[in-house]
């Protein structure tokens, strides 16, 4: 079973089954939204020069981007970094397809990979910054949030080059307990959708584009409960793969 859409030729059908990984791989997000389309834009990338590669660098510059949006702490650098996010994730969902369609395999693509997972970590970073000017705990001009967000930025991959490189070597799996928790049942995938970042810049658009209409602090709850929901979804990720180790 692949996702599909009404348009969807024969041809494209069998792209899907080709290029995209079957559901019980795939988060909500990627599944209903962006796999509908990313094939087509797969097929069209297909014909350039292209790399997978290439598309996984955009994906990781994407990331990198978001949380620097949110530092700007209006409406606009806010409909910005859910832009962003969602290119990046789009990336994400590319880099993998345009492998298969031109069968092309690498180290290199699992690196990259292994560090746009960490991009999590500015993205945080640009959260934390955002609920503080939120809330007006500080006065933080944008040269100086940057200087702090690229800081994180600059200390994240400088963490993770090496961890990336290492990974690639040891070649393994990528499920760890929590993960495989989200697919036990749609309730909890559900709810692994809704205390991500997935479900967080979903509601975080209708918080922004609710707050542009009416006076109320939505934008700041969102930010405050996804930090808080980050908080206890990291030691709840930290209790059970421990308990695995031992």
């Not at 962006?34 to 069209?44: A, C, D, E, K």
């Not at 699992?110 to 970590?121: E, F, G, K, N, Q």
């Not at 609710?210 to 929901?229: K, N, Y």
């Amino acid at each position: 079973m692949r996702p599909t859409l009404p348009v969807d030729s024969d041809r494209i059908r069998q792209l899907r089954i080709l290029c995209q990984k079957p559901r019980h791989l795939e988060e909500i997000w990627s599944w209903h939204v962006l796999r509908r389309f990313s094939i087509y834009v797969t097929l069209m990338l297909s014909r350039t020069r292209v790399t997978p590669n290439g598309i996984s660098w955009c994906s990781l510059l994407f990331f990198a981007l978001t949380g620097w949006f949110l530092l700007i702490g209006e409406a606009w650098g806010y409909l910005l970094a859910i832009l962003c996010y969602n290119l990046g994730y789009l990336c994400d969902c590319l880099d993998g397809e345009l492998a298969r369609l031109k069968e092309i395999t690498g180290r290199l693509g699992v690196y990259v990979d292994t560090l746009i997972r960490a991009m999590s970590i500015p993205i945080l970073t640009g959260v934390s910054l955002a609920v503080l000017k939120e809330t007006g705990q500080v006065e933080m001009d944008l040269l100086q949030g940057t200087l702090i967000y690229g800081a994180t930025l600059i200390g994240t991959l400088g963490l993770l080059v090496p961890l990336a490189y290492n990974y690639v070597g040891l070649k393994a799996d990528e499920s760890d307990p929590v993960s495989d928790m989200r697919t036990s049942s749609a309730f909890m995938e559900w709810l692994a959708f809704f205390t991500g970042m997935p479900g967080f810049f979903a509601l975080f658009l209708i918080a922004v584009l609710t707050e542009m209409v009416l006076p109320l602090p939505l934008v700041s709850w969102v930010l405050i409960a996804f930090l808080g929901v980050t908080a206890l979804k990291t030691l709840a990720r930290m209790y059970l793969t421990t308990s695995k180790l031992k």
